[in-house]
């Protein structure tokens, strides 16, 4: 069974860091897409950066030049750097991974999600 493990995240004034990082662990062949969305109360969840497998990378406008995102296929983790940290970056934000699995005639490619990690930006 896959299971994706976040950590990182907490309480950050405005303008600081943090980092959150997702690892993968479970039986399969191997991650497609990696990505961090977020999502506040009453709103729908929102991509916030992806990366795929060729390193190619995608954010959202609202943190182009702030956030970056990489990921390690060694060790099938993805890590989301969040600097000069706003208050409206406050959200639970969740790793998700695009894996595949394979048998002997079949192959499958499922979203996983972990499990959320509270991001607040205040002083």
């Known amino acids: 069974q896959v299971q994706l493990v976040e950590s990182g995240g907490g309480l950050v004034q405005p303008g600081g860091s943090l980092r959150l990082s997702c690892a993968a662990s479970?039986?399969?062949?191997?991650?497609?897409?990696m990505a961090w969305y977020r999502q506040t109360p009453g709103n729908e969840r929102e991509l916030v950066a992806l990366?795929?497998?060729?390193?190619?990378?995608n954010f959202a406008d609202s943190v182009k030049g702030r956030f970056t995102i990489s990921r390690d296929n060694a060790k099938n983790t993805v890590t989301l750097q969040m600097n000069r940290l706003r208050p409206e970056d406050t959200a639970v934000y969740y790793c998700?991974?695009?894996?595949?699995?394979?048998?002997?005639?079949?192959?499958?490619?499922?979203?996983?999600w972990g499990q959320g990690t509270q991001v607040t930006v205040s002083s």
């Open positions: 998700n991974m695009n894996i595949q699995t394979r048998g002997s005639s079949w192959t499958r490619n499922w979203n996983y």
């Open positions: 479970g039986s399969f062949t191997g991650i497609n897409h």
């Open positions: 990366i795929v497998a060729s390193g190619d990378t």
